[in-house]
Nanobody, 130 residues
Framework: HVQLVESGGGSALAGGSVRLSCAAS???????MGWFRQRPGKEREGVAV???????TYANSVKGRFTISRDNVKSTLSLQMDSLQPEDTAMYYC??????????????????????????WGQGTQVTVS
């Protein structure tokens, strides 16, 4: 069945690193895959997106610190998070856009909250930085 499962979340010290992974099944590893997050008291926001050709887009808040990647053979999505800051504390979600044309990159660049029922979302994994 359609499924996205995140793993790798946990606690880290400021300046540390965490690597998140997302395993996709049931035809959910789509052309546009991304990581979104929800910080305490904030709306959900885009972090990074990668398309099937490997083209990436990052939010300014994480650019230079986070790296998104995908393995099209294993149908996995990853987020390498370096130089973590307390402001990165959030629930992180793996998201698949099922549409042939995606607005995920635009959402991230404009800092837009994803609309209701946008994409397929995993259950989320908590990252806490102190």
């Amino acid at each position: 069945h359609v499924q996205l499962v995140e793993s790798g979340g946990g606690s880290a010290l400021a300046g540390g690193s965490v690597r998140l992974s997302c395993a996709a099944s049931g035809y959910t590893f789509t052309d546009h895959m991304g990581w979104f997050r929800q910080r305490p008291g904030k709306e959900r926001e885009g972090v990074a997106v990668i398309d099937s050709d490997g083209v990436t887009t990052y939010a300014n808040s994480v650019k230079g610190r986070f790296t998104i990647s995908r393995d099209n053979v294993k149908s996995t999505l990853s987020l390498q998070m370096d130089s973590l800051q307390p402001e990165d504390t959030a629930m992180y979600y793996c998201v698949a856009d099922l549409a042939p044309f995606s607005f995920m990159a635009t959402m991230i660049l404009l800092g837009q909250t994803p609309p209701p029922k946008f994409g397929l979302w995993g259950q989320g994994t908590q990252v806490t930085v102190s």
